[in-house]
């Protein structure tokens, strides 16, 4: 079983920066795709940012040039830098990982983090 637990939401101002962390526990031979993803009250959930372990990144149109996606597959964890912060940003942000428990035999599990909540407001 593995647990993910994500740190670092808040309130913050409109232009405002957040760093959020989301750290992965448990049986763990690797992590294969990371990614962090927001839902908004009455909207479905989003992606945000996909990282893989090769350190591969992608995101949302919306956040291109503000968030920036990092990992460090020694720690297992992930992490969002969420730059020039807008209203729209205002989500609950769950971390997600598709985890391989062992070596053998091989399979592949999603686990999702109890989220942490973003406000942008002034």
């Known amino acids: 079983q593995v647990q993910l637990v994500e740190s670092g939401g808040g309130l913050v101002q409109p232009g405002g920066s957040l760093r959020l962390s989301c750290a992965a526990s448990?049986?763990?031979?690797?992590?294969?795709?990371m990614g962090w993803y927001r839902q908004a009250p009455g909207k479905q959930r989003e992606l945000v940012a996909t990282i893989t372990s090769g350190h591969n990144t992608n995101y949302a149109d919306s956040v291109k040039g503000r968030f920036t996606i990092s990992r460090d597959n020694a720690k297992n964890m992930v992490y969002l830098q969420m730059n020039s912060l807008i209203p729209e940003d205002s989500a609950v942000y769950y971390c997600?990982?598709?985890?391989?428990?062992?070596?053998?035999?091989?399979?592949?599990?999603?686990?999702w983090g109890q989220g942490t909540q973003v406000t942008v407001s002034s």
């Open positions: 997600n990982g598709e985890v391989q428990a062992t070596y053998y035999p091989v399979s592949y599990t999603e686990y």
């Open positions: 448990g049986i763990i031979f690797r992590i294969t795709n």
